[in-house]
């Protein structure tokens, strides 16, 4: 049975991620930790600023850990108000994961993004292997992190692997300062206010994926045979791309009365224009099975109900 400790365990991905790991290898075997005391307390859990390294091996050791989910990270339109703070949470907190990882010999899971591509990378069905000049400093946090994923599995044979997230879906816990994060907030406003008002312009493809493809595709690559790996720690995925006008549309399905308008941000808007329409995950069907479950029609469907009953709507 696998041992985990979870960083950003209060996260947009960590909080629902420890809840699956917690049903998969037991409430005892995950240990939750964030800069923050959660409002309930359930299942281990342990306050960890990711820039202190002494209390992150000491936390793990004493946990007994085999594995490390790092998932404690700003978001790129956060990342870009304050450049140095993305730099350090972001670099430090990784770099002080991954010694932790090579001292207590754990293996290592931590997300990359669609962010670490950048306007020079091909914009369509964007390979695996290919140019990365992003322009963003959430985007250089996350080619260097790949890279150093890359070094310390080459260099001190460390299991390290990850994937390239697109923006991710959910109705459980609220995304805070990314690019994608329009493709939520639509949702809640939608069963809310019958209106929203985008931030980011028509005609602005990303790619996405409703957070229950996500959770799984971690458990999938970090259970997959290693040996099979070529591509260790920066796998495209994706379940879907599409641009605002389509999500509004799907909603329309369901309520006939959304409007939407547009008051784009340019700060925002320039992020997403850096980044890709939609990536090719064959490398991660191929190496791994990676496959997604919603498209956007299903995840539509799935997250109105949900948010209606959550919203009391
Ligand atoms: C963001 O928008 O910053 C994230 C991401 C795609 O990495 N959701």
């Known amino acids: 049975m696998k041992k985990i400790i979870v960083t950003g365990a209060l996260g947009q991905i960590g909080s629902e991620l420890t809840v699956k790991l917690r049903d998969i290898y037991g409430e005892d075997n995950v240990l939750a930790t964030d800069i923050r005391k959660p409002e309930d307390i359930c299942g281990p859990f342990e306050l960890l600023d990711v820039t202190d390294a002494k209390k992150m091996y000491e936390l793990s050791k004493d946990f007994e850990a085999d594995t490390m989910i790092h998932m404690a990270a700003l978001l790129s339109a956060t990342a870009e108000k304050n450049p140095l703070f993305a730099w350090n949470l972001n670099m430090g907190g990784l770099m002080n994961a991954l010694e932790v990882s090579r001292e207590l010999d754990l293996q290592f899971f931590t997300p990359s993004s669609i962010g670490a591509f950048g306007p020079s990378t091909p914009k369509d069905n964007t390979p695996q292997d290919t140019l990365q000049r992003p322009t963003t400093m959430y985007g250089v946090n996350k080619v260097a992190g790949e890279l150093l994923c890359d070094y310390y599995f080459n260099r001190f044979g460390v299991d390290t692997r990850g994937v390239r997230f697109p923006g991710l879906i959910s109705y459980a816990t609220p995304p805070g300062g990314g690019t994608t994060d329009y493709a939520v907030d639509i949702y809640y406003k939608?069963?809310?206010?019958?209106?929203?008002?985008?931030?980011?312009?028509?005609?602005?493809?990303?790619?996405?994926?409703?957070?229950?493809?996500?959770?799984?595709?971690?458990?999938?690559?970090?259970?997959?045979?290693?040996?099979?790996?070529?591509?260790?720690?920066?796998?495209?995925?994706?379940?879907?791309?599409f641009e605002p006008s389509q999500i509004a549309a799907e909603i329309k399905k369901h309520i006939p009365s959304f409007k939407m308008d547009y008051t784009v941000d340019p700060v925002r808007q320039a992020i997403a224009d850096s980044w890709p329409n939609a990536i090719d995950s064959s490398a991660a069907v191929e190496e791994w099975g990676f496959k997604a479950d919603f498209d956007l029609e299903k995840m539509t469907i799935d997250m109105l109900e949900k948010l209606k009953v959550k919203l009391n709507q």
């Open 190 to 241: 939608a069963v809310e206010q019958g209106r929203y008002t985008s931030y980011i312009a028509e005609g602005t493809y990303m790619d996405m994926m409703y957070m229950p493809d996500a959770l799984q595709a971690i458990v999938n690559l970090m259970e997959a045979d290693g040996s099979k790996l070529k591509h260790r720690n920066a796998f495209n995925i994706s379940a879907m791309s």
